[in-house]
């Protein structure tokens, strides 16, 4: 019971954590400026990590590599600290379980930003978080706009994405379960 409460407290704080990291570089890869006080509290969490790792990782066709390896070393500390708990995976385990757990980040992520622009869109598309969202969910939204016309005036577009990537978690599940990681 211990454990489980540790692994509970551990996946929690890593994945927020995680999640403030992808939103940084997320961000930066769609040259979104977020409102002044996300921008403090994202850099101001995050630069403890990403800036040591960025002295020997530097960035590289504009993109800031040092906060997706900061990902990668939060996701393999915490699958380290859960297989000391559990005591009985191999390094390769650890490996792969860190692999899972960043895709899965990323999956959750894109479902949280797709879940915060339906919500402004019906409680306050004016916002002063409703274009910055927006504009992070554009690239997954786009081309399923392309394809999707709205019904009624209503875009469904945001619910056909989240059936798609609760698929892909589905897929990634079933696939990193059939893995030998003993």
Known sequence: MLSEIFTFVIDTVTGLFAGFLLLRFWMQVQRVRPPAGLAQAIFQ???????????IVPGF??????TLIAVLV???LAMMVK?????????LAIL??????VL??????????LVLEAVFSWVNPH?????????LNEPVLSPLRKLISPLGGLDFSPLVALIILQILNMVLIKAF???PLF
């Open 96 to 101: 792969w379980l860190t692999i899972f757990r």
């Open 104 to 113: 899965q980040w990323i999956l959750y992520g894109l479902m949280a930003l």
């Open 45 to 55: 969490l995050t630069d403890w990590l990403v800036h040591p790792i960025r002295r």
């Open 61 to 66: 066709r504009g993109y800031d590599w040092a």
């Open 83 to 91: 297989v000391w708990l559990l005591g009985q995976f191999s390094l």
């Open 177 to 179: 379960a059939n893995l």
């Open 127 to 135: 916002a002063p978080f409703a274009p910055f969202i927006r504009a």
């Open 74 to 76: 939060v996701a393999m």
